[in-house]
């Protein structure tokens, strides 16, 4: 897929210093004063092991973890959790194409290159002012199923159009550039187990940082098809029988010690069975019931992992990934956009169809968000600027399927030229702690109190 390389120095230094912070031990890369730190940073990361083999998982976490493998085993056999997905579109995506007031002379006026055409995408039924970008198409068949719920211009007062700034507001779940742990994190602080990785999961080679704890481990996998359980030299049918042999040893129940043991190399073993088809035939081994986009991008295939892992019935309670595309438009918007858009609609659409053939449907919601919205006026590079307000989306079975917050026009934009933000991203994060997670917000977001709630599910 083609990215725009017209994004500003600001957006590629944010992606150096947070790889940076997410790989324990190499220390952060210099940065701007009164830069916040990307929350996670400090996070010991630990090879996810036995004491014989090797599993390809990184776990953030402080402390000692115990036999984390049986935490997993112990979790997995539970009682089925809700799933929150949160998917960052990198950049600051241009809320004024997402959803675009196609007949607004101002807007045209504003945007006489990049102003789409009255009939490019459908009609946004909620609010016929506007229209989705072409690109989503996808999306707007969801929400005609009830499906998807649109904030139309989401933000947080006195928006600060700093990439590195503003993410890390969307990342802690407030606006302090203090705070080092995550929203999902603290959640999981609160609500989450000492000894199961999985229930704060960053779909990454990195930690997400709003996935970043402070009391509880989280995990790092790229995707489900690259977790691997190996011993040197022994493969197939050998391995098999060594894996079952070993199985047996928790049958010595007078020792204590022994049985513990065998008992997390056993259950690391049905991990790895349970994930072991996910790297057969590349995307084929998770055996999606839909298709999904085909292509050198990985987050088809993340997405479809994912599906899997829910429905194999590992522990997962938050997830976190980054879609494709690089939403920082200053040059160039037009393609860079649509190919953005276009694999992030596409790929999401088959996630959620493969979790309604899997029956998993209404234990998933997906949040997508991005950083902040484009300046309303367009500049003379074919993009836009940092704006204020953006667009964001609720994706699931369970979503009430309709607007949150009005969109506000472009007749009364903010001092800066920025479209106002008509709900506040602390908010939403409040109503879904509360009313998806059934978690107090007040223990997870500063300030919850000061925040409206609105209505997120049927």
């Known amino acids: 897929m083609n990215r725009s390389c017209h994004h500003c120095d600001e957006f590629s230094r944010a992606a150096l210093v947070r790889r940076g912070a997410a790989e324990a031990g190499r220390g952060l890369p210099a940065i701007e004063p009164g830069m916040p730190s990307p929350a996670g940073t400090g996070l010991d990361r630990r090879s996810f092991v036995t004491r014989t083999f090797g599993l390809a998982l990184s776990v953030y976490g402080l402390g000692k973890l115990n036999l984390f493998e049986e935490g997993i085993a112990r979790a997995a056999s539970g009682p089925s959790q809700p799933v929150l997905l949160s998917v960052f579109l990198p950049g600051g995506a241009d809320s004024l194409s997402v959803l675009y007031p196609a007949l607004d002379s101002q807007y045209r006026k504003l945007r006489p290159t990049l102003a789409l055409d009255a009939v490019a995408g459908p009609t946004f039924t909620e609010d016929t002012r506007l229209h989705w970008h072409p690109s989503l198409s996808p999306f707007a068949t969801l929400h005609g199923e009830g499906k998807v719920s649109v904030l139309p211009a989401v933000g947080y007062t006195h928006p600060d159009q700093s990439h590195f700034t503003s993410r890390h507001f969307w990342e802690v779940g407030a606006t302090d550039a203090r705070l080092t742990s995550g929203w999902l994190g603290r959640y999981l602080d609160h609500a989450g187990s000492p000894d199961n990785p999985l229930q704060g999961l960053s779909l990454d080679y990195q930690l997400q940082p709003a996935i970043a704890s402070t009391k509880v481990p989280v995990a790092s996998v790229a995707a489900p098809d690259e977790y691997t359980f190996w011993a040197p030299g022994v493969w197939g049918d050998v391995e098999r029988r060594m894996l079952e042999t070993l199985a047996l040893l928790g049958s010595h129940r007078r020792d204590r010690f022994l049985n513990q043991a065998a008992f997390a190399t056993a259950q690391s073993d049905r991990l790895r069975r349970q994930l072991a088809p996910f790297a057969d035939n590349g995307g084929n081994g998770y055996g999606s019931p839909v298709p999904y986009p085909e292509g050198n991008d990985s987050f088809p295939r993340q997405l479809a992992g994912l599906a899997a892992m829910i429905g194999a019935g590992l522990p997962l309670r938050c997830v976190a990934i980054t879609a494709p595309g690089e939403y920082d438009t200053h040059a160039d918007q037009p393609k860079a956009l649509a190919d953005g858009l276009d694999l992030t609609a596409r790929s999401l659409f088959s996630f959620q169809r493969d979790l309604e053939a899997r029956g998993l449907a209404d234990r ?58 008509t709900s506040d991203f602390r908010g939403v994060y409040c109503s879904l702690l509360e009313q998806w997670l059934n978690e107090d917000a007040a223990a997870v977001i500063p300030g919850a109190g000061s925040f409206s709630r609105p209505a997120l599910l049927r």
Request: aromatic letters at 6%; a negative charge.
């Open 364 to 421: 998933v919601l997906t949040l997508v968000w991005s950083e902040f919205g484009r300046r309303a006026e367009e500049n003379g590079s074919d993009g836009t600027d940092h704006g204020a307000a953006g667009t964001a989306f609720l994706i699931g079975t369970r979503v009430r399927g309709q607007m949150i917050g009005e969109f506000p026009g472009v007749a009364n934009l903010d001092d800066d030229g920025n479209l106002r933000a």
